[in-house]
């Protein structure tokens, strides 16, 4: 099939971030109808529906999807339900983090340690528990929760980061087995992504994460949106695993 999401609806939270837009990418060019939700910038978000392929009987469209404000990601459901009248596939991308030395405990303070457990952790469940409905009307249901290595290897952009990488993957096997057989949920891990923002960063540093990868690179966008797109339309007999596309980092 060459649409083989046709008619199908998703929606990916992070959707204007980098990694975000191109999952939004990828599943729109196999046929799905895209919400992009967004957090502060709908001018990001509005920018990249302007950018998605639209075939007949697509509709896409951004709206704010703020993971830490449950009372709103309730309503944004109700907006959906409205609009669309289903939710096939649920993206959790949304994510936050900061560079803080392991070892440097004082620098991890709890403002930051807060801001990535509520968007990191609290945000996938309240986006399942508020799109659930949607999610088991059609019996095929799916949550994609964008995971990292840093869950298993412990390394990372700080201690509380990996911690909350690790919460999602046993979440993720703990919604599997509860939202069975209607839902199935999945975790996708990439190790470190070659997007702008890590572009961005020290050369050296981003040579030596490549050199460390038994593949020798980093892993491209499309790379992990492909991965996204291959639970939603092969793999759908797997549920409650966790999915690499890291280059073999943890075996260094």
């Not at 096939?88 to 403002?111: K, M």
Request: glycine fraction near 8%.
């Amino acid at each position: 099939m060459s649409a083989p999401l046709s008619g199908k609806v998703a929606l990916v939270t992070g959707g204007s971030g980098g990694l975000g837009a191109v999952i939004c990418q990828q599943l729109a060019a196999a046929g799905a109808s895209l919400i992009v939700g967004y957090n502060r910038s709908r001018e990001s978000a509005q920018a990249v529906v302007n950018d998605l392929p639209t075939e007949a009987g697509q509709q896409h469209c951004a709206l704010a999807a703020p993971v830490t404000d449950s009372a709103t990601i309730e309503q944004l459901a109700q907006q959906v339900a409205a609009d669309y009248g289903r939710c096939d596939i649920l993206v959790n991308c949304a994510g936050a983090t900061r560079f803080v030395a392991h070892d440097d405990l004082s620098g991890l303070d709890d403002e930051l340690i807060d801001q990535i457990l509520a968007t990191n952790v609290r945000g996938p469940f309240v986006m399942v528990r508020a799109f659930r409905s949607l999610l088991e009307k059609h019996d095929n249901g799916l949550v994609v929760n964008i995971s990292s290595i840093a869950a298993d290897t412990a390394m990372g952009s700080n201690v509380m980061y990996c911690a909350s990488k690790a919460a999602v993957n046993n979440m993720t096997k703990s919604l599997a087995r509860a939202l069975a057989p209607k839902v199935r949920v999945v975790s996708v891990s990439p190790g470190l992504v070659d997007t702008e923002f890590v572009k961005q960063m020290d050369v050296t540093w981003r040579d030596q994460q490549a050199e460390k990868t038994p593949l020798r690179r980093l892993a491209a966008p499309e790379e992990i949106a492909a991965a996204v797109q291959v639970v939603a339309t092969h793999l759908t007999f797997s549920t409650g695993c966790v999915i690499g596309v890291d280059g073999g980092r943890p075996l260094s």
